[in-house]
Each structure stands twice: as C-alpha cells, then as structure tokens.
Nanobody, 119 residues
Framework: QVQLAESGGGLVQAGGSLRLSCVASGRAFSTYVMGWFRQAPGKEREYVAAINWSGGSTYYPDSVKGRFTISRDSAKNTVHLQMNSLKPEDTAVYFC????????????WGQGTQVTVSS
C-alpha cells in the first residue's frame, strides 16, 4: 500500500513558478512509476507528467512541455513537479499518482493541492 501527500500549491501570478512536492509512504517507492494529474473545474482530469522508477524517463503532454519538470528523490520518497511560466489555464487541483512497475493503471492518488494562477 502506498499513501501520497502533496504540498506546495498556492496562488501565483501568470509567468511565475511553483514547486509541488509529493511524499510517498511505502517501502517500494523506488520501484513505482510516479506522476501528476490535474483537474480544473468543469474539465476532465488531465495527465501532466510522469517519471519512471529510475528517473531516467519522463513524459509530458504538449500543454506543459518545456515549462514543467518532474523529478524524484528516492532516498526521500519524494517526487517534485517544478512549474515555470505558469498560465491562468494551469489553474487546477494537482494530484500526485503512483503505480507499481508491473501495472498500467494509476492505483494510488493523493488528496490534491490547489494551484491558482492569476492573470
């Protein structure tokens, strides 16, 4: 079982930066694929970033590519999402997610942290 706890959300002006963090419980963290989703009011949940167990492979959709960076610190059971050049359309609740390497679906979700970007 893995429990995820996000932090780092808040209010920022357009063009600014925020760094989200997610601390995971569980001894197998280093073997898990980690990621971030977001959901804005009235919109579908959107896949934002993912990182494999070693940190050597990452994924970003075009909407955030070049602005967001995902990283992990397995020694601290933590994954980060550095968000730069934020836009009002990045406003959403951001969720940390995880699944074991032998699974294809995101089995574990955090409670979410609110990010609000003002224009």
């Amino acid at each position: 079982q893995v429990q995820l706890a996000e932090s780092g959300g808040g209010l920022v002006q357009a063009g600014g930066s925020l760094r989200l963090s997610c601390v995971a419980s569980g001894r197998a963290f280093s073997t898990y694929v980690m990621g971030w989703f977001r959901q804005a009011p009235g919109k579908e949940r959107e896949y934002v970033a993912a990182i494999n167990w070693s940190g050597g492979s990452t994924y970003y959709p075009d909407s955030v590519k070049g602005r967001f960076t995902i990283s992990r610190d397995s020694a601290k059971n933590t994954v980060h999402l550095q968000m730069n050049s934020l836009k009002p359309e990045d406003t959403a609740v951001y969720f940390c997610v995880a699944h074991s390497a032998d699974r294809d679906s995101w089995d574990y979700w955090g409670q979410g942290t609110q990010v609000t970007v003002s224009s």
